[in-house]
């Protein structure tokens, strides 16, 4: 196995305490050591020394497997920030304000999101039914096909 690039582990460990991106960390390196890196590297690292995760994956929010000309469905997005919000991650202060409104909306509403991966939009909202519990319509099945890990 090479020898690792990583100069000071304490200072990565500090980097992701403060909530540094794997972008910044990989500029820091180059800046800093001339040391070329990419994320991974780091995201490995974080893996390694069991640091908390960068993102939430709820496959109880986001069950499906979706298509990437849906990836950026404000639904789609909505649904991130609430997953980190659950997962105890912190969010920015516009991003809980529009997490407040899209919730508000969805009360007033009186829907959920559906997701369709054959429909033009994908991301659908619909009336909420008895069944439906949380700000999803639960998919007969889990289509989603990368798997939470922790």
């Known amino acids: 196995m090479p020898a690792s690039k990583i100069q000071d582990e304490r200072e990565v460990i500090r980097w992701f305490e403060e909530g540094r ?3 910044w960390m ?3 390196y180059r800046r800093k050591y001339g040391i070329e890196t990419v994320p991974s590297m780091f995201g490995n690292f974080r893996g390694r020394r069991g640091l908390q995760r960068r993102i939430a994956r709820d496959a109880e929010l986001i069950p499906w497997s979706v298509e990437n000309r849906h990836r950026n469905a404000y639904p789609l997005q909505m649904l991130r ?3 980190r919000v659950r997962e105890g991650f912190p969010i920015s202060a516009s991003d809980r304000e529009r997490l407040d409104s899209w919730r508000a909306t969805l009360r007033r509403e009186d829907v959920v999101v559906a997701y369709d ?5 994908g991301f659908q909202y619909v009336s909420r039914l008895p069944e439906d519990s949380d700000l999803i319509r639960r998919p007969p099945r889990t289509t989603r096909q990368r798997p939470t890990v922790e």
């Open 117 to 121: 991966p054959t429909a033009v939009d």
């Open 81 to 83: 920030v609430e997953a």
């Open 21 to 23: 991106t794997y972008g």
């Open 26 to 28: 990989v500029a820091e």
